[in-house]
């Protein structure tokens, strides 16, 4: 889901460059608010690798097969380190296997990141409300997963379809980006499942993975 | 399963002018250039463009198998949706194919994705395939990216090939206990996996940065500075390749 070079005018990806830099500036000031921000950098670089590898993680869904997009999870467990964390996996997935590109690195970046961002809002809103509950983590869990996949398909369609250099009508547009999004419901709903079963796994294995970075 | 030296850096050892350039000069020579390319729209720019880079990867002396090998995967999908916009633009019909109408507009979409997909593609893999990644990560640290992003690309960078590693074992183990991932309700066991993996990178990682803090670590950043030179010929191939893409702009935005 990465939206490759060559796709979107120069001007977007420049919008999109401006866009990330000050998520990225705003993520960084919050993070240095904190008493160690170096403490924990080993979490967020080993989350950012998860973010990477995951792409090899192949769950088959007769005839093809998908992979966990993490998003929802980076941003459940990392909080504000989330939209570095994810910036520099694009970085590394366009400079090493060119998913995604340079030019659209921006763009990518902020697309994946404001949904991580907002996966985490989510997860700490849902944890709160199941405070005190057997399945807290769980259901937290599942929200995080499904909020960062809708999010990012939403967002993802949205900048494609209207900054692709065709000359589609408004209502075709509309119609398009509502389409494409609906059609992901189902891996919205595997990825919560997923999410939920490694938070659910966390909680009781390493419960420190998930205390999220505040 | 991951074999991301062998396929990326495998001829970042050639000498060519290219590879002798200071790291940082050419990353932003090339990023100057490469971000030109993508404000093109004029067919006439989209010529220049692919030239320039053909030009570029013949003075890098990097085989041309090399380049087709990263472009295949990705120009796969941008083939596929420039398809779509050679036939769901709006515009004049040029001709028909079936229920579907080619238009003018269209054609001019599909050979702009296309074009430009090249050329930056081309540059892009001749700045990866003359540089390594540690060059790249070092250049945007001397070139003031903050602090903490450096030491999280650093981090990552090392974990992407343990966790890869990892993966791997850990994937081989699961088949010789019998494990045939067929459907989706295998997801819980590759969620399992995946906590697994980061349980135990975890606490590799909380180690490492144990030990990393023992030996002086987010103490005194300073301790990252180098003395760093450049040339005057990184100087005049930047000046290159910022006029170059100087020229895009004022043939693109210009009133020619």
Known sequence: MHIPEGMLPGAVCIAGYALTSAAMWYSLKQINKKEDPHKEIPKAALLTAAFFISTFILIPIPPASVHPMLIGIIGAMLGYFAFPAITIALFFQAVLFQHGGITTLGVNAFLFGTSALLSYYVYLYAARIFQSKKYQQVIAGFLAGISGVAVTVFLFYLVLILFLPTTLDVETEKKAIMLLSLSHFPIMILEGVFSASLFGYLSKMKPQLIEVIK | ?256
Request: hydrophobic share 50%.
């Open chain 2, 1 to 256: 399963m991951i074999h991301i030296h062998s396929s990326v850096e495998e001829h970042v050892h050639l000498v060519s002018p290219i590879h002798q350039l200071d790291t940082r000069f050419k990353l932003i020579g090339m990023l100057f250039l490469i971000f030109s390319f993508a404000f093109i729209s004029k067919i006439e720019l989209l010529i220049f463009s692919i030239f320039v880079s053909f030009f570029i990867l013949t003075i890098s002396k990097l085989p041309f198998r090399f380049v087709l090998q990263r472009i295949k995967l990705p120009g796969l999908l941008i083939f596929m949706v420039a398809i779509v916009t050679l036939f769901f633009s709006e515009g004049s019909a040029v001709f028909h194919l079936g229920p579907l109408s080619v238009t003018k507009e269209g054609i001019h979409s599909f050979i702009l994705i296309l074009v430009r997909f090249i050329s930056i593609m081309m540059l892009m893999v001749v700045l990866l395939g003359s540089t390594s990644i540690i060059q790249i990560i070092k250049a945007m640290r001397d070139l003031k990216l903050p602090t903490l992003l450096c030491d999280m690309i650093f981090f990552s960078y090392r974990y992407i090939f343990e966790l890869g590693n990892d993966l791997k074992t850990m994937h081989i183990a699961m088949n010789m206990r019998g494990f045939r991932s067929k459907s989706i309700l295998s997801i819980p066991t590759f969620a399992l996996l995946s906590g697994s993996l980061l349980i135990r990178s975890y606490e590799q990682s909380d180690r490492v940065y144990n030990a990393m803090t023992l030996r002086g670590y987010g103490q005194n950043s300073n301790y990252y500075k180098q003395e760093t030179s450049y040339t005057l010929v990184d100087c005049i191939w930047l000046i290159i390749l910022i006029l170059l893409s100087a020229f895009i702009l004022c043939i693109e935005f210009g009133p020619y």
